[in-house]
Structures are given as structure tokens and as C-alpha cells.
């Protein structure tokens, strides 16, 4: 994982930043679980220990449930085939058909790429607009769109946990476009 890298290509909205990271942080574990077992049941216990001390049994509706985190648990079933932690399951439930609709297409490149952190991000950022969590990304590097990025939203992504409750409004955000 290079931190620059990761930064760089990092949107700058909360809710953004946080469906990022966990899809980042999905990749790194993925690499360490698909090549030592070990690792794999070490992720496992750990991810189902976050689990439950986040409350995700208890979530009934979606606009509780945090799509960062169903993200990441759906991007590390994919690269690693392990089903998310059963404290965790109901959280990905409630995400899981909105996000494979709008970006299953995606989700299916980020394997051939996970070793890869730059061509990884590069899809992940795809991922992030398939889902309407980042209309914040600046453009690549090179790929002569204009940047869409608000020069204001720089500083949210330093928050850390605070910007926990801007993404449960972006899960509502998304929400509420998906029924429109």
C-alpha cells in the first residue's frame, strides 16, 4: 500500500473518501488472506470482532447501514471468496443488489488488478461513480476531462470518524436517487 498513491487518487468527500478506503483496505487484506491461511482466519475474527462492536446485526434499514463498509465486505468477498462475517451479513444484505446493479460490471475488474494499487484504484474510482459516492473525483491524470472536484471538499477527508455521519447522509442521498 502506498499511502501517496492512495491519497491521490482519493475523492474528497467523506462519504467518498470512506467507500475508498474500505475498498483499498479490502485489497491489502485480500492479498494477505489469499496468501496465507493464517492471515485469512486472522482477518476474519478481526472483521467479525468490527462488526460486532459496530452494531451491524442490529441494523434494520438501510439508511443505518453505512455502504463504506458494505462496500468494502462485498469488494473482499470478491477478491477473496470468504462471505463477509456473519455480524456483517445483514449490513451487506441490505446493499448488496443496489450495488452489484449499478456496478457489477466494475466490481468484476477489481480482481484482475489486485496486485496492481494504482490500476486498482483507477477501477475502484469507477466503481465510487457507479455508485454515485464520489462526483467529487478529480480526473485522472492525463485523461483531459474537466475536474468536477469542489475545491471545498479537500478538508473533509481529513475528518477520520467524524465523517462517519456525512456517509450515512450519502447512503440516504443514494437511497433516495435509486427510488426516484
Same mark, same amino acid.
Given at each position: 500500500?502506498?499511502?501517496?498513491?492512495? $491519497?491521490?487518487?482519493a475523492?474528497?468527500?467523506? $462519504?467518498?473518501?470512506? !467507500?475508498?478506503?474500505?475498498? &483499498? /483496505?479490502?485489497?491489502? &487484506?485480500?492479498?494477505?488472506?489469499?496468501?496465507?491461511?493464517?492471515? !485469512?482466519?486472522?482477518?476474519?475474527?478481526?472483521?467479525?470482532d468490527?462488526?460486532? +462492536? +459496530?452494531?451491524?446485526?442490529?441494523?434494520?434499514?438501510?439508511?443505518?447501514?453505512?455502504?463504506?463498509?458494505?462496500?468494502?465486505?462485498?469488494?473482499?468477498?470478491?477478491? $477473496?471468496?470468504?462471505?463477509?462475517?456473519?455480524?456483517?451479513?445483514?449490513?451487506?444484505?441490505?446493499?448488496?443488489?443496489?450495488?452489484?446493479?449499478?456496478?457489477?460490471? $466494475?466490481?468484476? /475488474?477489481?480482481?484482475?488488478?489486485? +496486485?496492481? /494499487?494504482?490500476?486498482?484504484?483507477?477501477?475502484?474510482?469507477?466503481?465510487?461513480?457507479?455508485?454515485?459516492?464520489?462526483?467529487?473525483?478529480?480526473?485522472?491524470?492525463?485523461?483531459?476531462?474537466?475536474?468536477?472536484?469542489?475545491?471545498?471538499?479537500?478538508?473533509?477527508?481529513?475528518?477520520?470518524?467524524?465523517? &462517519?455521519?456525512?456517509? +450515512?447522509?450519502?447512503?440516504?442521498?443514494?437511497?433516495?436517487?435509486?427510488?426516484?
Amino acid at each position: 500500500h502506498d499511502e501517496a498513491l492512495h $491519497t491521490k487518487n482519493a475523492p474528497g468527500s467523506a $462519504t467518498g473518501r470512506a !467507500a475508498f478506503d474500505a475498498v &483499498e /483496505q479490502a485489497r491489502v &487484506e485480500a492479498i494477505g488472506a489469499n496468501a496465507m491461511a493464517g492471515v !485469512a482466519v486472522n482477518l476474519a475474527a478481526a472483521l467479525e470482532d468490527k462488526a460486532k +462492536r +459496530r452494531g451491524f446485526a442490529r441494523i434494520e434499514e438501510r439508511a443505518q447501514a453505512p455502504v463504506s463498509e458494505a462496500l468494502g465486505f462485498i469488494v473482499r468477498e470478491r477478491l $477473496t471468496g470468504a462471505p463477509p462475517p456473519p455480524s456483517a451479513t445483514k449490513l451487506v444484505e441490505l446493499w448488496r443488489a443496489i450495488i452489484e446493479e449499478k456496478a457489477g460490471a $466494475t466490481l468484476k /475488474q477489481l480482481d484482475s488488478r489486485l +496486485r496492481d /494499487q494504482a490500476a486498482f484504484a483507477r477501477v475502484a474510482r469507477h466503481l465510487l461513480a457507479d455508485l454515485d459516492l464520489a462526483d467529487d473525483l478529480a480526473p485522472e491524470p492525463g485523461d483531459g476531462k474537466a475536474d468536477k472536484a469542489d475545491p471545498d471538499d479537500s478538508d473533509e477527508a481529513s475528518e477520520g470518524e467524524s465523517g &462517519e455521519a456525512d456517509e +450515512r447522509q450519502g447512503s440516504s442521498d443514494m437511497r433516495a436517487e435509486l427510488e426516484d
